[in-house]
């Protein structure tokens, strides 16, 4: 399941990457769900499969953290990934095999050499891999998605742009420097990390160069080992500005609808400050929108939903919220415990933003969408049992929370368990992965999930033939093995089907 019980265990191979050297950490990535990504493509005007029965392809797919847990969870749809390191595919093999699946297949190879003659997508997803590739690979992923996919297909591409990765060229620079070409990567990164801190520690004033220097010091600290490699010290690293990647896109029969979220889709609402001058720098384009968008913002990053040519919807910068109607949305809000000093209930987002919801419809919303998380509501689920019928107003709500970046969105539901039946049951790829002790596990929603202390321990006996007297006792034993503090069995167990149960891992 992990690096543990994977082929290579370590092994280096004489001719290998780096990624075959310091593996990638695979894990899910939320936007790149199929659901997710045709969610997307309905607001923008397109017509995407049905994702229960849709075929994916995943281009770049490494050790499979993404594509596995979208086969555990659509059964009947069809998954292939290909990557080329023989690392990463020996351990996404190892998961499949461990989990039995039957509707994917991980093959090794070079997408510049791959063609896809008789097989079509309805969903091609390429994520960490379009800038960090050299152009003919590049050409390869764009050429892939506009032969194979279907009229209705979506292609999810990622890519660090231009001029906001300018800024951190600079830190590349400066770490590429340090770097020693015959040292392991883990060693590069080490050295990497310690020159920088020098460097930004030393470094005097306050200058936007000085300043950029300490705040990239500070981020690369916390970050992953694999991360500052691949972007900072990888060989390849090619960032370029949105139009010439639309350009380029174009030029294989595909064109932009949006990006992974609404949010940064519509600059008229992730950059309202600048979307006047925006407007009338860029006129009628709204590619042209986008780009401006980009100049104003420094943004570094860019996830970008491509479609067909043929009979893709005209560009779109605002959005229809009949669209939305259908849809099924998941917000990660709480309730605070204090409401506000007119007595109304307080929300809280996911980044501790109060919502203080106003009327009957708002509040319906905001509480089935609270009670529900990380499961789904329609806006029928959401009315139902009320009185209320004002739809028009609730679905302006329904994509002000998608524009607030307050709720996401899918064309599939997602019914999670509480945890409170008599023998709750845990998803089972997340209870393999914790028995397999993984660091983190995929929750059900495609999020990855660290596990606390209480709930690593009983994840594998959550098989829904324990019951609650059955966990406790479980959960004493373990606490006494473990010699730690989780408190007494029965608030361990309740900790830890909290915990569960707001982070997607039970079943219904
Ligand atoms: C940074 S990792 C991203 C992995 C994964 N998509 C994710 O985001 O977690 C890039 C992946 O692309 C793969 N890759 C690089 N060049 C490739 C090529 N020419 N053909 C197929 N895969 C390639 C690497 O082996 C690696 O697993």
Not at 51 to 75: D, H, K, M, W, Y
Not at 221 to 237: C, R
Not at 448 to 456: F, G, K
Request: include cysteine; proline fraction near 7%.
């Amino acid at each position: 399941m992990n690096a543990k019980n994977g082929a290579a265990d370590g092994a280096e191979e004489p001719h290998g990457s780096d990624y075959d050297r310091l593996p990638y950490p695979s894990l899910p990535i939320a936007y790149t769900q199929p659901g997710a990504l045709a969610a997307m493509a309905t607001l923008f005007g397109a017509a995407p499969a049905d994702v229960s029965t849709a075929s994916v392809l995943e281009i770049g797919c490494a050790s499979g953290g993404n594509i596995v847990p979208l086969a555990v969870r659509f059964p009947h749809a069809r998954f292939l990934g290909v990557d080329l390191s023989a690392r990463h595919v020996a351990e996404a093999n190892a998961r499949i095999a461990a989990l039995g699946l039957t509707n994917i297949s991980v093959r090794q190879g070079d997408i510049t050499s791959t063609q896809f003659e008789r097989e079509a997508f309805d969903f091609i997803i390429c994520h960490g891999v379009f800038s960090w590739v050299p152009r003919v690979a590049q050409d390869a992923i764009l050429r892939i998605c506009g032969e194979s996919l279907r009229p209705a297909g979506v292609a999810a591409i990622s890519y660090n742009v231009l001029p906001g990765w300018h800024t951190r060229r600079i830190v590349r620079d400066i770490l590429l420097f340090h770097a020693d070409p015959k040292a392991s990567p883990a060693d590069r990164v080490a050295r990497a990390r310690k020159a920088l801190a020098d460097i930004a520690g030393a470094a005097a004033g306050n200058s936007p160069y000085v300043s950029l220097l300490r705040s990239e010091a500070q981020r690369l600290a916390k970050a992953p080992s694999a991360y500052i490699m691949g972007e900072f010290l990888a060989e390849q690293n090619t960032p370029c500005y949105f139009s010439e990647f639309a350009t380029r896109a174009a030029a294989n029969g595909l064109t932009y609808l949006c990006d992974g979220e609404v949010a940064t889709s519509l600059p008229d609402y992730f950059a309202p400050t600048i979307s006047k001058r925006v407007r009338e720098l860029a006129g009628e384009s709204a590619l042209g929108v986008q780009q401006y968008t980009d100049f104003f913002t420094g943004r570094p990053f860019r996830r970008s939903l491509l479609v067909p040519s043929a009979g893709a919807p005209k560009p779109m910068l605002a959005l229809d919220p009949v669209r939305a109607r259908h849809l099924h949305f998941s917000a990660d809000l709480r309730r605070r415990a204090e409401p506000s000093k007119a007595g109304e209930a307080v929300y809280l987002d996911h980044r501790g933003r109060p919502i203080r919801p106003k009327g009957p419809v708002a509040s319906a919303i905001v509480e089935g969408l609270a009670r529900a998380y990380p499961g789904t509501c329609t806006l029928d689920e959401l009315f139902h049992g009320t009185k209320l019928s004002d739809e028009a107003k609730a679905l302006q709500i329904l994509t002000l929370l998608l524009i607030s970046e307050q709720a996401t969105v899918s064309t599939v539901p997602l019914r999670v368990g509480r945890g409170d039946g008599a023998c709750p049951r845990a998803w089972h790829l997340a209870r393999l992965e914790a028995a397999a002790r993984q660091p983190l596990v995929t929750g059900q929603h495609h999020a990855p999930v660290r596990l606390i202390a209480a709930l690593a321990q009983l994840m594998p006996h959550l098989t829904g033939e324990n019951d609650r007297a059955a966990l406790m006792r479980l959960a004493a034993n373990t606490t006494d093995s473990a010699s730690q503090t989780l408190g007494t069995p029965d608030q361990a167990l309740a900790q830890a089907l909290s915990f569960a149960a707001r982070h997607g891992l039970l079943e219904p």
